[in-house]
């Protein structure tokens, strides 16, 4: 079994930066699954943020939070991050780090086989 814990998230501020941080674990786990970020805000559905290649050779990003995101792992230590500037009430959601079976990244959360429990952004406006 693979295990992904998030944290990071908290209470911030419009304008404001946090960065978020998703550790994997379990027998299981290889560091050539592609992983992803994605969020779910109250009375929403599951929206896709961000995606990255096992190598980190491609990135994809949603169309709300290109150019503000970023996403990097280190497959050393089992960790994607997610930095998140310029954070507007928006963002505001429960983030879910995700991993496929798989080295290719994609958008599409039934792609993902483990999800972690997720971490709560809150963004003040």
């Known amino acids: 079994q693979v295990q992904l814990v998030e944290s990071g998230g908290g209470l911030v501020q419009a304008g404001g930066s946090l960065r978020l941080s998703c550790a994997a674990s379990?027998?299981?786990?290889?560091?050539?699954?592609?992983m992803g970020w994605f969020r779910q805000a109250p009375g929403k559905e599951r929206e896709f943020v961000a995606t990255m290649h096992w190598s980190g050779s491609s990135t994809y990003y949603g169309d709300s939070v290109k150019g503000r995101f970023t996403i990097s792992r280190d497959n050393a230590k089992r960790t994607i991050y997610l930095q998140m500037n310029s954070l507007n009430a928006e963002d505001t959601a429960v983030y879910y780090c995700?991993?496929?079976?798989?080295?290719?990244?994609?958008?599409?959360?039934?792609?993902?086989?483990?999800w972690g429990q997720g971490t709560q952004v809150t963004v003040s406006s």
């Open positions: 995700a991993a496929r079976l798989s080295a290719v990244a994609t958008v599409r959360g039934s792609d993902y086989a483990y």
């Open positions: 379990g027998r299981t786990f290889s560091s050539g699954y592609a």
